[in-house]
């Protein structure tokens, strides 16, 4: 999808994050933090099932973009909700100022907003 237009246009892109996302990332990671592999470990820590892990978020977002971002960049994020594992969640972006603004939500609940901004090099 072209990751153009702003919030109010369709999604850049629509994620449908599955179960096995949290185990996935730990695996490549080396982060096993119980909340993202299994719901039942993250049924102790208060959660309602496992989520994904805040980095696995982030990345994808920026992988979205991949072939559209400055050379040197910097990339600044905001957690929101989590991602409860499993689950549909939408990317929208916007391009301007020669970076990029972008959110991750379920929703009106957002997960994640970002923005990437070009570093002058």
């Known amino acids: 999808a072209d990751p153009s237009g702003d919030r109010d246009d369709a999604p850049a892109a629509i994620w449908r994050v599955d179960a096995g996302t949290g185990r996935r990332y730990a695996s490549v990671s080396g982060d096993v933090n119980p909340i993202h592999l299994h719901p039942l470990t993250a049924k102790a820590f208060g959660f309602p ?69 070009p570093v002058s090099t």
Not at 49 to 61: D, P, V, Y
Not at 77 to 103: A, C, M, N, Y
Request: proline share 6%.
């Open 49 to 117: 099932s496992a989520i994904a892990h805040g980095m696995w978020t982030a990345a994808h977002a920026l992988a979205a973009l991949e072939g559209r971002i400055p050379d040197a960049a910097t990339y600044d994020v905001t957690f929101g909700r989590p991602v409860l594992l499993p689950s549909t969640v939408e990317l929208r972006t916007r391009e301007g100022d020669g970076g990029w603004r972008l959110d991750v939500r379920s929703g009106d609940r957002p997960h994640l907003t970002g923005t990437l901004s």
